[in-house]
């Protein structure tokens, strides 16, 4: 699902954040990425994203080099993946319904069927029965989840999140990692980036460690 192949970024042309990257995600995998701040763990998922792009190397998404996607392709390249943030990114003026359905709204779906998919999504979170509160009405854990709602209501074949649990405390902190469980369950590629060791641990999934920029880890979880 995601190759990275000697990739390489550097910043002003002087800061390397990221050096000599060699791994592979196979599809359905779920992935913890660990470091200390400033690893390099969000530079590697906005290469994913295609948010920016590496000085050296190849990134390959399904099989396919993304630096080498056409301008116009790239907005369609990442409606195929739900990123999930730490501050969430919700727009406050907007319910909970709304803030999900935004995506679907951009890409012009059909009301009727964004609708299903929205209350699906919500439902999936435990949520549907706060579709009509505004973000400030939820708790910081339930503003993720609602995030996590809006990051799969595409149904991307591919799930990033950036410190997904920062903010929450470590029993919100399960609840939120148990849904990314659930998500790999049926098929969804995931990749976490994560500081919590413990609760990583605990998962017992794959764990990706880079230090300095560098990959200095590739354990195997179970």
């Known amino acids: 699902m995601i190759a990275f192949e000697h990739v390489g970024k550097r910043y002003g042309g002087r800061f390397e954040a990221l050096a000599h990257l060699n791994f592979r995600v196979k599809r359905g995998e779920m992935v913890f990425l660990t470091g200390h701040s400033g690893a390099g763990k969000s ?52 319910s909970i319904y709304h803030n999900v359905a935004l995506p679907l ?13 929205v209350r699906a999504a919500l439902d999936k979170v435990g949520l549907l029965h706060r579709e009509k509160a505004l973000p400030v ?47 790999n369950r049926i098929g969804t590629t995931v990749m976490v980036a994560s500081h919590d060791l413990a609760l990583i641990a605990r998962l017992r999934h794959r764990t990706l460690r880079l230090q300095d920029g560098r990959l200095v880890g590739d354990e195997e979880g179970g």
């Open 105 to 117: 709204e951009i890409q012009g779906m059909e009301p009727r069927e964004a609708a299903r998919r």
């Open 43 to 94: 530079s590697l998922l906005r290469l994913i994203m295609r948010l920016e792009r590496p000085s050296r190397g190849r990134i390959l998404v399904a099989g396919h080099d993304i630096d080498q996607l056409h301008a116009t392709q790239v907005p369609f390249y990442r409606r195929q993946i739900g990123v999930v943030f730490q501050d969430h990114q919700l727009l406050f003026d907007r």
């Open 137 to 183: 009405e939820l708790s910081g854990g339930e503003q993720q989840r609602v995030g996590i709602a809006r990051a799969v209501v595409n149904k991307p074949a591919l799930l990033l999140a950036d410190e997904p649990t920062g903010n929450l405390d470590p029993q919100l902190s399960a609840d939120i990692m148990s849904l990314f469980e659930d998500f």
